[in-house]
């Protein structure tokens, strides 16, 4: 499952981190996921409740998402418009010469931890 | 209850893949070995059309297949029973994809000496592995007849990241409503510079072409 592998990552990513800044327990840890990432927030949050428990670090922690909502740009009429709602053809103009912007994220914000460690 | 302090990260998790993916990218560059990344949905006909071509390209080019699978390993014994060629498995581990590690852990294992092009059989899906570079010099895809001519817009990021779209099982296309010169239109919607191959693997028809764009193609990356 997709989740899970992203999941690995994460965890592996945030262990980093932790050793960089000399943090021996992590409470939480904040995403932000975009509204067309593939990514199911909460398959996300179901598989770090079972890979994160089993890592002394992370045990009990929080996986927070903030959600990025997608952005596409309009080549033809400089504009920008709701992905998810109008797909690749721009809604003002009709072309199709369009990219994304944002909504795309799966990135690690921030974590957070417990100020005794 | 305890003070929370913030740690700002802001790193993308695909981060460190793009980094093992350029690193590997550039050994290969500089062992001559070309890795082609293969993708598509299960049961597209990647091993049938892997054996097809290899046969045709195996005289001109030294040859080698990695086929990742999340168990198996019939489609690495198929590949070598019918090509005879150097043919491994990956296990996946359950994943759905595979990354740049994991590919170079498959590199690791093969015998390189005088292999000019290795090729990746990724995991069958095509949404993951879309979004993670294995370090492959290009990548592939094949879209059978059976699912129908609207993948491009289905799949945006497949159809964008593949140099190459292998439309397969052409055989059966009268008893779909597939059309071909709509899939091409929708793949250059995604990617203007994608070139795309009919074929029939279970035939052979339209595998000359297929095997020459490989040859083609391992030759200009030699000489860049
Ligand atoms: N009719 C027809 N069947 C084909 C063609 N190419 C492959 N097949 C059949 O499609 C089925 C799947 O082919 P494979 O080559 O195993 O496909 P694959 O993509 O490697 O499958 P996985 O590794 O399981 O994802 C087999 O039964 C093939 O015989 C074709 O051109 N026409
Ligand atoms: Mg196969
Ligand atoms: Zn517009």
Redesign the pocket.
Known sequence: MHELGIVFYIIRDVKQAAAEHGVSKVSGVVMDIGEVSTIVPEYLTDCWRWAADKEELLKGSELKINIIPAVTYCDECKSEYETVRHGRKCPRCGSERTWLLRGNEVEIKSIEVPETY | MDNIKVIEIKKSVFEDNEIDAENLRKELKAKGVYLLNLM?S????????LIRTINLIKDKLRVAVMEADIDSDV?AVKIKEATGIQSIQLHTGGMCHLDAEMTRQGIDNLDLAGVDLVIL?NV?NLVCPAEFDTGAARNAM?LSVPEGDDKPLKYPLMFSVCDLVVI??I??QPYFDFDIEKCKSYIKMRNPNAEVIPI???TGQGVEALAEWLIRQVKLWKNQ
């Not at chain 2, 299960?42 to 059309?49: D, V």
């Open positions: 598509s299960p049961g597209a006909g990647k091993t049938t059309t489609d059989e069958g094949i397969n099982k055989d059966v029939c693997a279970k």
